[in-house]
DNA sequence: TAATATGGTAAGTTTGCACTTACGGTAAGT
DNA sequence: ACTTACCGTAAGTGCAAACTTACCATATTA
């Protein structure tokens, strides 16, 4: 399985989207990323083992408290994953513009 | 819902990303789509409509048949939203190394 | 050492969603 | 006009996954 895949099926999660954005700015401890999340702790732990196997986010342990910051490994992986889409899908563009024309 | 919402959500599902990866390099009508993905021919037509209000396929008659192609919009809508988190992923990182550092 | 705070995991439940079959609708060919 | 090919939608089903509660482990503080 390609981390692109693991990426957009991490992503594909609404409540994943949040904590990913919830992070964008600063790292964050598990409890802060909780708050206001609407769900409890321990499905923000779930949601957040599936991030980092994607590579989407790092934890590194401080204390008692686990910070999770942005990865941007599983973030490249993906952004290459849509180039590949960009001008082939140009070009299949073109040859549809060229077909109507006749 | 942002158009990028919907873009990952679209591409959440392997079967979704099957079909995007399939119509890659050319158009394609959706009985050739359906062949060898392993489900049936209403379940692509409903894989469709998510993928075409995700801006990441068009779709355009021609005959019985109707062809699907790649969408620049829903793409460019996800990169976008990655690329939000690129320079701040990196400052990030730097804080945390800078803290470490001390 | 006791108490508190943080957070990962196990087990069970529920709900959303990816799938199916059945049907109708349109366009092209005979 | 009849048949065939292509395709979307409706309705119902089954399962994966997102959630919950309960529990345990570790690290800091008093």
Redesign the pocket.
């Known amino acids: 399985m390609r981390t692109s895949d693991k990426g957009f099926n991490a992503l ?2 609404p ?2 989207r949040a904590i990913f954005e919830k992070i964008r700015n600063r790292p964050l ?4 990323i ?1 708050k206001g999340l ?13 991030l980092r196997e994607a590579r989407l986010i790092t ?1 590194h ?7 999770c910051q942005v990865d941007q490994q599983g973030i490249q992986a993906m952004k290459n994953y849509l180039d590949n889409f960009w001008d082939t899908a140009l070009t299949a563009y073109k040859l549809v513009a060229e077909k109507k024309k006749r």
Chains 1, 2 share one sequence.
């Open positions: 594909g999660d409540t994943r401890a598990v409890v802060e909780t609407g769900v409890s702790r321990p499905a923000v732990s779930q949601h957040l083992k599936i934890v342990q401080q204390g008692t408290k686990n910070f």
